[in-house]
Each structure stands twice: as structure tokens, then as C-alpha cells.
């Protein structure tokens, strides 16, 4: 993007900048900038956030649109008693609600880990109920639709090891473009 599509402004110690989203361009959407927050060392390191002017398009809005919106932005520091990070303030549209970029990704990933470890103790249970009933293999496969859509997993168990040709029959027949993103798990 042109630096006529992108703006800073600075608060203290932060480095606001401001940038056209791509969305507004490729997509038609009401205008919006996407915000980075950072400081000297790391533009980027505080996180993003995206702010809208509905009544603007790609054709309508200006230069000065840019900075004004960036100028509506607000932070704050941590919500987190023991952060001394900056945060966007939770007023803005954004699923951080006043934590700074650090403290979410720790949190969110601590409930990824957490959601992971419950999903791998399913499937062990699963997995240990399947080798009773004669199942030596598990595919663990992607499903890519061929008539588009989202990708999902499937789980397919087998009482001797398939060869390539038998998996690809397998997510072929569940519709799948894609025949080759699984991996075999031995039970």
C-alpha cells in the first residue's frame, strides 16, 4: 500500500499507524482502517484492532478520513493488575475488552492447551474402544468439500494398515477434492 493509505499517530510512548484494510478495496466493504499498535523498537507489537466508517467506501473516503478515525482511537493500560502493558481501551470493537496484546494471546493460549488436552483424552478413549473391536489404524484426515465450504476432520478407523489407494477411496467418497492431507496413526 502507498504511505498516503497509511497514517501514525503517537501517544506517549505508542506508535498508532493506521492503515487502509485491504477489505475496503478488494471487497467493496464500508471504509476501515486497520490499527497496529507498537512502539519504536515494534510497530506491531501491541496488536490490531479495526475501526469502520460505514458511510465511506473505497470511491469516498480521503486521506483525512484516515487520520480521523485514527484519531478516535483510545488506550489504556492492561486491564491485568499486574501488566504495565497498553492496551486498546474495550470501548473499541474488539474481543480483547482492555487486556494487552501479551496477556491474550497467554490466555488464549492456556485455553487452547486446556481444549486440546480434553479433545486428545476423547480421542485416546475412542481410539482404545476401536483397538478392542480389531482396529490396528486410525487416518486422521482433512475433508476438503468439492463443493466448497469449510474443511473438516474425520477420523477413520481400519483393521489392517490401508495402503494410499484404500485412503483415497475413503475421502473420495466423503466428497473430498483433496486426497492426500491425512496421517495414519498406528493404535
Same mark, same amino acid.
Given at each position: ?9 503517537? =501517544?506517549?510512548?505508542?506508535? *498508532?499507524?493506521?492503515?487502509?484494510? +485491504?477489505?475496503v ?8 482502517? &486497520?490499527? &497496529?499498535?507498537g ?6 507489537? #501491541?496488536?490490531?484492532?479495526? =475501526? ?11 486521506e ?11 488506550? &489504556?493500560?492492561?486491564?491485568? !493488575?499486574?501488566?504495565?502493558?497498553n492496551a486498546?481501551? +474495550?470501548?473499541?470493537?474488539?474481543? $480483547? ?7 491474550? =494471546?497467554?490466555k ?5 492447551a ?6 486428545? !483424552?476423547? =480421542? ?17 484426515a482433512?475433508?476438503? +468439500?468439492?463443493? #466448497? ?7 477413520i ?6 495402503? +494410499?489407494?484404500?485412503?483415497?477411496t ?8 483433496? *486426497?492426500?492431507?491425512? $496421517?495414519?496413526?498406528?493404535?
Amino acid at each position: 500500500m502507498s504511505n498516503a493509505k497509511t497514517k501514525t499517530r503517537k =501517544i506517549g510512548n505508542v506508535i *498508532l499507524t493506521g492503515e487502509v484494510s +485491504p477489505c475496503v478495496w478488494m471487497y467493496n466493504t464500508p471504509f476501515q482502517i &486497520q490499527v &497496529q499498535m507498537g512502539s519504536e523498537k515494534d510497530l506491531r507489537s #501491541g496488536g490490531n484492532i479495526t =475501526i469502520q466508517d460505514k458511510a465511506l467506501n473505497n470511491d469516498t473516503y480521503t486521506e483525512m478520513d484516515i487520520v480521523r478515525l485514527l484519531a478516535t482511537v483510545r488506550i &489504556q493500560k492492561c486491564k491485568n !493488575a499486574d501488566c504495565h502493558n497498553n492496551a486498546f481501551h +474495550p470501548d473499541h470493537d474488539s474481543n $480483547r475488552e482492555g487486556e494487552c496484546e501479551q496477556c491474550f =494471546i497467554t490466555k488464549l493460549n492456556a485455553e487452547i492447551a486446556a481444549e486440546q488436552k480434553k479433545e486428545d !483424552a476423547k =480421542i485416546a478413549r475412542r481410539d482404545k474402544q476401536m483397538k478392542r473391536k480389531g482396529m490396528v489404524v486410525r487416518v486422521e484426515a482433512w475433508v476438503h +468439500p468439492e463443493e #466448497g465450504g469449510d474443511d473438516y476432520m474425520v477420523d477413520i478407523y481400519y483393521s489392517s494398515k490401508p495402503n +494410499p489407494a484404500e485412503i483415497e477411496t475413503a475421502l473420495r467418497d466423503k466428497g473430498s477434492e483433496v *486426497l492426500n492431507d491425512y $496421517r495414519v496413526v498406528t493404535l
